[in-house]
T-cell receptor
């Protein structure tokens, strides 16, 4: 069985602070994908990043960066110099990328509510 | 490019009524997923299709729920009869192929009174 844990239920920061959202996962699959999605107050789910379990390189996209550590089963997300528009619920998710009926099924964490105050 | 399209965006109905939610996946995507989001249970996968064939419906809560995908560009999720505990946001997502990134529609907010 797969499990994704986002231990931080809510985080509150002031604009321009850096913030890290934690994600820890459990899986018996040898190959898998990890994802982050953003759900702003408007409600839609916006894809941010996908990481293959083979690729442990960290990634940076503008103010966003992701730290994947297979040894600790973690896939943390950092927002640098946070802005009010970053306020949203952020979901970490896991999916096996091998065959079988589980292939493609996303398991989501419970989400972290990020509030950035001006 | 058009994303995943869902309709209606909001639905208010009374207990016992039939509810039909609709989804049009991104053109060229061959996998389609239905999710439900509630405060108590978070995001749950209900059912998914690959090439219009249901692959796994183990997340469908009970027989009152059914889903179809008659062609590559259309899917429905039906609840009959509806109950207040079905109130939630229902998302449709698509991917190509099924192991790749899922892109979500805007969701349907369902309220059953």
């Amino acid at each position: 069985a797969q499990k994704v844990t986002q231990a931080q239920t809510e985080i509150s920061v002031v604009e321009k602070e850096d913030v890290t959202l934690d994600c820890v996962y459990e899986t018996r699959d040898t190959t898998y994908y990890l994802f982050w999605y953003k759900q702003p107050p408007s409600g839609e789910l916006v894809f941010l990043i996908r990481r293959n379990s083979f690729d442990e390189q960290n990634e940076i996209s503008g103010r966003y960066s992701w730290n994947f550590q297979k040894s600790t089963s973690s896939f943390n997300f950092t927002i640098t110099a946070s802005q009010v528009v970053d306020s949203a619920v952020y979901f970490c998710a896991l999916s096996p990328n091998a065959g079988g009926t589980s292939y493609g099924k996303l398991t989501f964490g419970q989400g972290t509510i990020l509030t950035v105050h001006p | 490019d058009a994303g995943v399209i869902q309709s209606p965006r909001h639905e208010v109905t009374e207990m016992g009524q039939e509810v039909t939610l609709r989804c049009k996946p991104i053109s060229g995507h061959n996998s389609l997923f239905w999710y439900r989001q509630t405060m108590m249970r978070g995001l749950e996968l209900l059912i998914y299709f690959n090439n219009n064939v249901p692959i796994d419906d183990s997340g469908m809560p009970e027989d009152r729920f059914s889903a179809k995908m008659p062609n590559a560009s259309f899917s429905t999720l039906k609840i009959q009869p509806s109950e207040p505990r079905d109130s939630a946001v229902y998302f449709c997502a698509s991917s190509a192929p099924r192991g790749e990134t899922q892109y979500f529609g805007p969701g349907t907010r369902l309220l059953v009174l």
